[in-house]
């Protein structure tokens, strides 16, 4: 199967500091990724979706200044937390697809915990 | 808006028991809809995908079944093992590819 790759797995940083968090797709080309976050006992909530080589689209009351979505090629994304704040710390997960596929299925990563002080 | 919900929340089973999970969602214009399985500080695997215009999945002991015009899903899990203790979410993947999820059951298998 398709296989997603996040990295760091776990990130503890200073409030105020930022964060980059990388997404990448090992053995398939994503023209789509997107970035959830997920806070604890609750599921995951869509943050925003990025296709390759355009600006990322937020959900709504995501603010986009402070996560900062690239797409730069068709497998890797990035996410960064900008000024993070102790209310950041949360898993924040990332999928990936190929458009083209047949069942546009998304392939998930493996997660990145993040830690705010 | 599509709003995913799973009963129960929380379900716990002698080892050997069948566990029936179900989900529900309230717009039936899906394009497909998806179990996962996510262990304690862990990621996402998938269990099973059934596409709209399937009715059932199998994968080993794993069952799911999907009525698109009522909303419903079921995930079946036959003799369970203390081994098949996560929590079980359901995704549906709506018309504008968007996933929406479930707050998830969370299982446990007594041995």
């Known amino acids: 199967g398709a296989v997603v790759s996040q990295h760091p797995s776990w990130v503890i940083c200073k409030s105020g500091t930022s964060v980059k968090i990388e997404c990448r797709s090992l053995?398939?080309?994503?023209?789509?990724m997107f970035w959830y976050r997920q806070f604890p006992k609750q599921s995951l909530m869509l943050m925003a979706t990025?296709?390759?080589?355009?600006?990322?689209?937020?959900e709504q009351g995501v603010e986009k200044d402070k996560f900062l979505i690239n797409h730069a090629s068709l497998t890797l994304s990035t996410l960064t937390v900008t000024s993070a704040h102790p209310e950041d710390s949360s898993f924040y997960i990332c999928?990936?697809?190929?458009?083209?596929?047949?069942?546009?299925?998304?392939?998930f990563g493996p997660g990145t915990r993040l830690t705010v002080l | 808006k599509q709003e995913v919900t799973q009963i129960p929340a929380a379900l716990s089973v002698p080892e050997g028991e069948n566990l029936v999970l179900n989900c529900s969602f309230t717009?039936?214009?899906?394009?497909?809809l998806q179990w996962f399985r996510q262990d304690p500080g862990k990621g996402l695997t998938s269990l099973l995908l059934?596409?709209?215009?399937?009715r059932e999945q199998t994968s080993g002991r794993l069952n799911a079944s999907l009525d698109k015009s009522s909303g419903r899903s079921t995930l079946y899990i036959a003799a369970s093992q203390p081994g098949d203790s996560a929590t079980y979410l359901c995704?549906?993947?709506?018309?504008?590819?968007?996933?929406?999820f479930g707050a998830g059951t969370t299982v446990t298998v007594r041995a």
């Open positions: 053995d398939f080309q994503a023209t789509t």
């Open positions: 999928s990936a697809s190929n458009r083209g596929s047949a069942h546009n299925e998304q392939f």
């Open positions: 059934i596409q709209s215009s399937q």
């Open positions: 990025s296709n390759e080589g355009s600006k990322a689209t937020y």
């Open positions: 717009d039936s214009a899906i394009y497909n």
């Open positions: 995704a549906v993947l709506s018309n504008d590819y968007k996933l929406s």
